[in-house]
């Protein structure tokens, strides 16, 4: 049911293999610091909304005191923890995959298949990236806000939503290249289509 990221449970996460094309390296390796840099402000982030609302029940309980920003933080927080680990997640294979088709395919049409998804996903993910970027444009240049209270701008989780879909996309582009110029993948492929 994954692309392998749970194949060996007690293994845990396995590194990916850094790519043979220098180009599709270096790209990988920015988005690499990147992914690990949104990966600990990611968690950062989960603490903190935890201890947000923790403070909200307390206050609104036992001192009956409202607050009305709250739900606004905790939001614009899970909203950038989701979009900005998605990236770090599709580096790992670490995404739901249904691997119904793995087992009974031929090594080489399930190469096929995997490049295919890979490319579907792109084109997806690149398109829904085209959007946040227009609807953080939308939010920034009309000073949209919202309808709470507190009232933040809503650009703030509109470009956390936009850089994470930006990186996830460039991370299955990473893939692809990665699946398409890499020499010692196609070595492997190539015995795994001869044996």
């Not at 190469?111 to 227009?134: E, H, P, Q």
């Amino acid at each position: 049911m994954s692309h392998g990221f749970d194949a060996q449970p007690s293994a845990g996460a396995t590194v990916p293999a850094m790519p043979d094309n220098p180009v599709v390296a270096a790209l990988s390796s920015v988005l690499d610091r990147f992914n690990k840099l949104a990966l600990y402000l990611s968690m950062a982030a989960l603490i903190l909304t935890s201890l947000i609302m923790t403070y909200s029940v307390v206050a609104r309980y036992f001192f009956h005191v409202p607050t009305d920003w709250q739900d606004d933080a905790t939001v614009f927080m899970l909203v950038g923890v989701i979009f900005l680990c998605s990236g770090y997640a599709q580096s790992h294979r670490g995404h739901i995959g249904i691997e119904a088709l793995a087992s009974i395919l031929p090594a080489s049409v399930n190469a096929l298949r995997l490049l295919l998804v890979d490319v579907v996903s792109f084109l997806f993910c690149g398109f829904f990236s085209w959007k946040s970027w227009a609807l953080f444009h939308e939010a920034w240049s009309e000073g949209q806000t919202t309808s709470s209270t507190f009232a933040p701008p809503l650009w703030i989780p509109y470009s956390l939503m936009a850089l994470g879909m930006t990186v996830l996309t460039l991370q299955i582009l990473v893939q692809i290249l990665t699946r398409l110029t890499d020499r010692k993948q196609a070595a492997n492929q190539q015995t795994i289509t001869e044996k």
